[in-house]
């Protein structure tokens, strides 16, 4: 069984903490049928809609919204490889998730149990539509295949996030190559030790309720090593790399912020008023956010822009993600207005002052995103301050622990991924040529344009 000793009524880490560890004690891989008939009697309906609304909700940020968010930020001459890019490295990872992902990441019986899991459901062993896992209410469960369907769209969206840190100039075999190999020595290991029972962050008490350190701080520290293992792209900061198409962009961004509340509330697993709690939360923290980032654009610029409120909304989004059902409204609020403006000043004064071409600004939304949003998680879920509380909670030892949780996932995911980098660079090349950076990779990899006029 699960060691929830250190959370609340509502496990503190909502998301995704009942794992299937102890799904196996339930149904122990090979079930008789009077297992099986105890089991199938626990699941609840309305909890397993409510998860499969959630799941499609998930692969809803992605396909559409998240390649749609990118394909307007890139010039007209790289939208489809964008589009290409985030539609088949979600495919290959739903399919590397269910051959071993998901085994790895949230399953125990591995010789480093609290790093990486074991194999127990490698090809997905021993799961059947009478296995279950635990939600937060004893003695109610869910099926198993849906928890994983869940998962595994957190697994192909976070990947397809770091395109936006390379886009235009890496090519379309070296991303695909990149993504299998961060997903495998990356992802898995950092979603094992925030999300699975025995996984050392999880241990140490470090609160990541849908993902801030597992989705958005990796995302955005492997988008900064990639841009800067690469280089800039021809005519960064001499021409004007002007997104394409911010009608698209905003199309994309309201399908991203439709979409969090399956990767939010969903997190929950189960449909009860810890969902809501994360519902609201995902309104009003990006609510905030977005006039968080319009007025500091415009006392600084003189002008609010539509790119700065969509990704102020993100930002927001971003933030709110690690502590959904864990702090109150009214935290969320505050908490989304700190992250919009950190992030401004990242994606403008920070990125232009070091030089860095992250070039749909992964790293200064997603990664400072993530990383002001996990630390204040240990502030607001504070129940001075409106939110659930933890047993014995101390505000300055949460925040140690969520910090020590940043932290380790900054330089594993920084170490690594440069490693990886350097590897795909040695196997296949990481940057098209010149030739085709100019011509545009949707004519040089894909041979096709977006528009024809």
């Given at each position: 069984?699960?060691?929830?000793?250190?959370?609340?009524?509502?496990?503190?880490?909502?998301?995704?903490?009942?794992?299937?560890?102890?799904?196996?004690?339930?149904?122990?891989?090979?079930?008789t049928e009077?297992?099986?008939?105890a089991?199938?009697?626990?699941?609840?309906?309305?909890?397993?809609?409510?998860?499969?609304?959630?799941?499609?909700?998930v692969?809803?940020?992605?396909?559409?919204?998240?390649?749609?968010?990118?394909?307007?930020?890139?010039?007209?001459?790289?939208?489809?490889?964008v589009l290409?890019?985030?539609f088949?490295?979600?495919?290959?990872?739903?399919?590397?998730?269910?051959v071993?992902?998901?085994?790895?990441?949230?399953?125990?019986?591995?010789?480093?149990?609290?790093?990486?899991?074991?194999?127990?459901?490698?090809?997905?062993?021993?799961v059947?539509?009478?296995?279950?896992?635990?939600?937060?209410?004893?003695?109610?469960?869910?099926?198993?295949?849906?928890?994983?369907?869940?998962?595994?769209?957190f697994?192909?969206?976070?990947?397809?996030?770091?395109?936006?840190?390379?886009?235009?100039?890496?090519?379309f075999?070296?991303?695909?190559?990149?993504?299998?190999?961060?997903?495998?020595?990356?992802?898995?290991?950092?979603?094992?030790?925030?999300?699975?029972?025995?996984?050392?962050?999880?241990?140490?008490?470090?609160?990541?309720?849908?993902?801030?350190?597992?989705?958005?701080?990796?995302?955005?520290?492997?988008?900064?090593?990639?841009?800067?293992?690469?280089?800039?792209r021809?005519?960064f900061?001499?021409?004007?790399?002007?997104?394409?198409s911010?009608?698209?962009?905003?199309?994309?961004?309201?399908?991203?912020?439709?979409?969090?509340?399956?990767?939010n509330?969903?997190?929950n697993?189960?449909a009860?008023g810890?969902?809501?709690?994360?519902?609201?939360?995902?309104?009003?923290?990006?609510?905030?956010?977005?006039?968080?980032?319009?007025f500091?654009?415009?006392?600084?610029?003189?002008?609010?822009?539509?790119?700065?409120?969509?990704?102020?909304?993100?930002?927001?989004?971003?933030?709110?993600t690690?502590?959904?059902?864990?702090?109150?409204?009214?935290?969320?609020?505050?908490?989304?207005?700190?992250?919009?403006?950190?992030?401004?000043?990242?994606?403008?004064?920070?990125?232009?002052?070091?030089?860095?071409d992250?070039?749909?600004d992964?790293?200064?939304?997603?990664?400072?995103?993530g990383?002001?949003?996990?630390?204040?998680?240990?502030?607001?879920?504070?129940?001075?301050?409106?939110?659930?509380?933890?047993?014995?909670?101390?505000?300055?030892?949460?925040?140690?622990?969520?910090?020590?949780?940043?932290?380790?996932?900054?330089?594993w995911?920084?170490?690594?991924?440069?490693l990886?980098?350097?590897?795909v660079?040695?196997?296949?090349g990481?940057?098209?040529?010149?030739?085709?950076?100019?011509?545009?990779?949707?004519?040089a990899?894909?041979?096709?344009?977006?528009?024809?006029?």
């Amino acid at each position: 069984m699960l060691n929830l000793t250190k959370t609340t009524g509502l496990a503190a880490l909502g998301a995704m903490l009942a794992l299937p560890a102890l799904a196996q004690e339930t149904v122990g891989g090979v079930a008789t049928e009077a297992v099986a008939e105890a089991v199938a009697a626990t699941v609840d309906k309305g909890d397993t809609t409510w998860m499969i609304t959630a799941t499609i909700l998930v692969l809803g940020m992605t396909l559409p919204g998240l390649a749609l968010f990118y394909g307007g930020l890139v010039r007209s001459k790289n939208m489809l490889s964008v589009l290409m890019q985030v539609f088949v490295i979600a495919c290959t990872m739903m399919i590397l998730w269910v051959v071993y992902g998901y085994s790895l990441a949230l399953n125990g019986g591995g010789a480093f149990d609290g790093f990486i899991g074991g194999f127990s459901r490698l090809f997905l062993a021993g799961v059947t539509p009478d296995s279950t896992v635990a939600t937060f209410s004893e003695g109610v469960e869910i099926p198993e295949y849906i928890f994983i369907c869940f998962q595994m769209t957190f697994a192909a969206i976070t990947p397809a996030l770091i395109v936006g840190g390379f886009a235009e100039r890496m090519k379309f075999s070296a991303v695909l190559l990149f993504c299998v190999l961060w997903s495998t020595f990356v992802y898995l290991p950092i979603a094992h030790m925030v999300w699975y029972g025995d996984g050392y962050l999880f241990q140490l008490g470090a609160l990541d309720f849908a993902g801030g350190t597992v989705v958005h701080i990796n995302a955005g520290i492997a988008a900064l090593v990639g841009c800067l293992v690469l280089g800039k792209r021809i005519g960064f900061g001499r021409e004007a790399l002007t997104p394409h198409s911010l009608t698209m962009t905003m199309i994309g961004g309201s399908l991203l912020w439709f979409g969090w509340f399956g990767f939010n509330a969903g997190s929950n697993l189960e449909a009860n008023g810890g969902t809501t709690l994360a519902v609201i939360n995902t309104f009003v923290a990006t609510a905030g956010a977005t006039l968080g980032w319009m007025f500091t654009e415009w006392a600084a610029k003189g002008k609010p822009s539509l790119l700065g409120v969509v990704s102020g909304a993100v930002a927001g989004l971003v933030a709110v993600t690690p502590a959904a059902g864990l702090i109150g409204p009214m935290g969320a609020i505050v908490l989304g207005v700190i992250a919009s403006v950190v992030c401004f000043y990242f994606v403008t004064s920070v990125k232009n002052a070091l030089g860095y071409d992250d070039s749909l600004d992964v790293f200064g939304i997603h990664g400072v995103g993530g990383i002001v949003g996990s630390i204040g998680t240990g502030i607001f879920v504070s129940p001075a301050l409106g939110g659930i509380g933890l047993d014995g909670y101390s505000m300055a030892g949460q925040v140690w622990i969520q910090f020590v949780g940043v932290v380790i996932t900054i330089v594993w995911c920084g170490g690594v991924s440069f490693l990886l980098y350097k590897l795909v660079d040695m196997l296949v090349g990481l940057r098209v040529t010149p030739e085709s950076e100019r011509e545009g990779l949707d004519l040089a990899d894909h041979g096709e344009r977006a528009y024809v006029f």
